[in-house]
């Protein structure tokens, strides 16, 4: 029988789908042909809604551009508004927020295991994260006051400090991950299922890779030793001792393997943090909301999120409202140009695979 | 580095941002040349992003190129400003893959055109026909109160600031009324 | 697709048995209740005894939710208003900035967080008079 050419749509209501986006497969048999990503579900217009705030005002919703993992937004909008602003946050603030954004990037690791391993069936790995990451979101509901949207890192320091015995309950947690994190090598990492699925699927050259712009796992997976962390310290990350993990192949497999050593990675930082989390105030005294003006300048600031490099645009205009704020996530290019190379040519399959892999977050590509 | 760009194109405006950040002010007629200066002889390979800010007031768009490095440790912020009316710069798409996507978002965002760039279709406003909503002239509060319906309810909201103004006005008067009729006694 | 026996990768899975015997992560939901986090950002509270009116909780509101009413409820001496916040919690995003901002501190948020109702317009929410 002779193969047709048909067309069907990856989303946006599928579970192989990283959130509200669809992928436009162009199929011949189970081969694809042309692969096209279109968002539009979920458009909030945050980079405009900032625009008509004063800067205290914005600081609740930038950690809203990403579901996930929010920390490394508002880390990035607190640290471009002090850049502007000359602000300096003392130490333990510092400290502080070092702990958030690796406990973040921690949840949202487990959170993509939940992902990636759904993606080829393996449901009893996403139970089993999506319950280790609510023990993190344990810790962040008694540091911040909330689950998800932790409103925390604010311009000038961190709203709250931390709660009594809270070090020895992250600690205690650090612990039960660093054994926890061996089930997951056993059922899910190392396990043949996935290796056979995973290996010499969706592979990127290093070219492409620093060519195009790509971050993150997508970078490392191919041998580029890029982190925002090591390359332009922000924070307290210079003072403080970690590797970058990465692999050669590039594929699937090696950007899974990237991961599972980052979070190795993640629970060696925090246990320093632990360890050397100084003394003192964690907040400055900023200016109230109707006072606090940016000058007539602009910046750009970067941080290392869970799936790469995470990065903010932000102009004043001397007022109090801040005249530009544009996002730069790993997701756009990565879904756009990205994926929809990587998918020509794949089995249909192999789409939630690779693009869980990648770590696609479609509220950030829509802002 | 420093130097030579400012040899070149002949402009001081070059500003050490951080010590891994730099920026640099161009005409646009050289913008392209500078991009494939930094590129060919400084290794700024890589396009990270392109933004745009609107300047209203001066009748311009900012738009900034982020170059950076190879191993990403450097960026080069390359600043050019375009006129507002009939906003044009010329694609990337060509020379940088990932300039296809972004130009097609500011593109729908500030409605600047990108001659040369093959797709510049609607990225997530769908079916949108007012102006490109990140120009500054679109207001968000005149579109939400046209198009969305509020919470019915809360019309009982009193302006504190005259409400207290009123209330010590009333009691001032009530106080010398008191006097009047003590007085009065 | 090549196929190359992996023992390892293929036993290691297994090791997901050894689960059967361990406690569940979750709790019987009705029965037993989850014990929220000291701080927790839930519903607002308005200790009226403090309240100012002063209205500093409506200005930084980014969402527009506070409004500042009348009521026949008793308000201090202080209370120069003599108006106090209602919040639209269809449009809080329970930030704390207005508790941040409250200069005697009588605004903040408790831990309860349900609000089970057939009506929308019960999202216009008094707060609890309580300290």
């Known amino acids: 029988m002779e193969n047709k050419h048909i067309t069907i749509f990856h989303g946006p209501q599928h579970p192989g789908i990283t959130g509200n986006m669809s992928i436009e497969l162009d199929l011949i048999g189970e081969t694809i042909q042309k692969a096209t990503t279109h968002v539009g579900y979920l458009h909030r217009g945050f980079e405009k809604l900032i625009e008509r705030r004063t800067v205290i005002q914005a600081f609740t919703i930038v950690c809203r551009i990403c579901v996930p993992e929010p920390d490394p937004n508002e880390a990035n909008f607190a640290m471009a508004v002090e850049e502007l602003a000359g602000l300096e946050v003392t130490p333990r603030a510092q400290y502080i927020r070092v702990m958030v954004l690796e406990l973040s990037r921690l949840a949202a690791q487990f959170l993509w295991m939940a992902g990636q391993s759904g993606s080829i069936g393996l449901y009893a790995v996403g139970q089993w994260a999506i319950a280790d990451r609510d023990l993190i979101l344990d810790l962040f509901e008694e540091l911040t ?10 311009p000038g320091g961190v709203r709250r400090d931390l709660p009594e ?3 020895e309950r992250v600690t205690t947690l650090l612990i039960y991950m660093k054994k926890r994190l061996k089930d997951y090598d056993d059922i899910f990492i190392n396990n043949a299922s996935f290796k056979n699925r995973a290996v010499g699927v969706g592979i990127i050259s290093k070219e492409e890779a620093v060519a195009n712009g790509y971050v993150g796992q997508v970078l490392r997976g191919c041998g580029i030793k890029a982190d925002v962390r090591k390359d332009a310290p922000y924070l307290v990350y210079n003072e403080l001792e970690f590797e970058v993990p990465t692999q050669t192949t590039g594929d699937v497999y090696a950007r899974a393997l990237v991961r599972r050593a980052e979070m190795d990675q993640s629970l060696h930082i925090l246990d320093q943090v632990v360890r050397k989390m100084p003394e003192g105030k964690v907040m400055i005294k900023i200016p109230t909301h109707r006072k606090f003006k940016l000058p007539k300048d602009d910046t750009w600031v970067k941080v290392e999120s869970a799936r790469g490099e995470f990065a903010y645009y932000m102009a004043g205009d001397g007022s109090e409202k801040i005249r530009r704020m544009q996002v730069r996530g790993p997701s756009l290019v990565h879904a756009y140009t990205l994926l929809e190379d990587l998918l020509i040519g794949a089995e249909l399959s192999d789409v939630a695979l690779i693009m869980n892999s990648l770590g696609i977050c479609p509220p950030e590509i829509e802002r | 580095m420093f130097n030579e760009i400012k040899q070149r194109f002949a402009t001081d405006d070059v500003e050490v941002k951080r010590n ?18 930094l590129r060919d002889e400084y290794d700024y390979k890589t396009l990270n992003a392109i933004t745009c800010t609107d300047w209203i007031e001066e009748g311009h768009f900012a738009l900034t190129y982020m170059l950076t490095t190879e191993d990403r440790k450097y960026t080069f912020m390359i600043q050019t400003m375009i006129n507002r009316e009939d906003a044009q710069a010329k694609t990337l798409s060509h020379e940088y893959k990932q300039a296809q996507i972004m130009e097609r978002d500011l593109h729908e965002m500030y409605g600047i055109d990108f001659p040369g760039n093959e797709n510049l279709k609607e990225l997530s406003l769908e079916s949108w026909v007012h102006t490109p909503p990140l120009r500054r002239e679109f207001d968000t509060l005149e579109f939400v109160t046209n198009h969305l319906i509020f919470r019915e309810g809360r019309e009982d909201n009193v302006d504190t600031k005259a409400e207290t103004k009123r209330l010590r006005a009333e009691k001032k008067a009530q106080k010398s009324k008191d006097e009047e009729v003590k007085d009065g006694k | 697709m090549k196929w190359s026996v992996d023992l390892k990768g293929t036993l290691s899975p297994l090791s997901i048995i050894t689960a059967f015997w361990l406690k569940p992560n979750t709790i019987a939901y009705p029965a037993v209740k989850k014990e929220t986090a000291k701080g927790y950002r839930g ?8 309240c100012i009116g002063c209205a500093n909780c409506q200005d930084v509101c980014m969402n527009d939710a506070i409004d ?29 900035l207005c508790t ?3 200069p005697p501190n009588s605004l903040k948020l408790e831990d309860d967080y349900l609000n089970v109702t057939k009506h929308a317009s019960d999202f216009l929410y008094m707060p609890k008079d309580k300290e």
């Open chain 3, 68 to 96: 500042m009413i009348k009521t026949d409820k008793e308000y201090n001496s202080k209370n120069t208003s003599q108006c106090i916040p209602r919040i639209d919690y269809g449009r809080c995003c329970w930030c704390s």
């Open chain 1, 145 to 154: 006051g909330a689950r998800v949207y932790h409103m925390y890192i604010y």
């Open chain 2, 20 to 37: 891994d950040l730099y920026k640099v002010r161009i005409k646009y007629s050289r913008l392209f040349e500078l991009m494939h200066m």
């Open chain 3, 43 to 50: 519903f607002h509270t308005n200790f009226l005894a403090d």
């Open chain 1, 165 to 167: 015995g809270f070090l």
């Open chain 3, 100 to 102: 941040d901002v409250c």
